[in-house]
């Protein structure tokens, strides 16, 4: 989460005029089926604990986008597309494309994105924002924010294999294996810089094995 503040952070400097508390908002449509609002008050906390590591002050909302009628919600709207941070907490990956495809919610957050603000998943929601994911019913499209890309995460070589025979037979994507309490962060096009306190992973497309590993602080391409 401290990369993350961070991320927010350098987003509300280059807003122009934007002056206040970092604000950052939840959608724990993931744990839709389960308990959401577990899932956000443990993202809550985390922020809040990270902001206060950081010496910034933070607003904490959360975007309850647990179905259609609430990804349309008036305030969930203008509470994503006005956030300089957006995180996707995990759960059941299949839900956040079905739920968030081609809705009000998803096109707020896409403004924001446009305007400079951090969309960040962990787990399920990290994977959701790449081109294609895994789940339980097979794969299915991700919402696409980060095209040509497969999320793996609570990296493990051999799920990497089976997960990559599924989702992606034909090895067109580029995979990002991700160990635990490990992020990545940049944007399509560029370069990402790790964070956290393990390895990110890249497996080429069609590449049996990472091409590279690197560490918080290090850089590495995604292309």
Known sequence: MDALVAAGAAATRAAAGDVGPLRVVLVPTAAARHRPELAAATGRRAFEAAAARAGLLVEVGVASVLDGRSAADPGNVTRLETAHVIHLPGGDPDLLPAVLRGTPAWAAILRAYAAGACVAGASAGA???????????GPVAGLGLVPGVAVLPHFDPGRAAAWRSVVDPDGRLTWLGLEERTLVIGRPGGTWTV???????VIDPGAASPALSAVAGEVLSLA
Not at 127 to 137: P, Y
Not at 195 to 201: F, L, S
Request: overall charge positive.
């Open 195 to 201: 964070a956290g306190a393990g390895r990110a992973h």
């Open 127 to 137: 994977m959701a924002l790449a081109e294609r994911l895994w789940t339980r019913d």
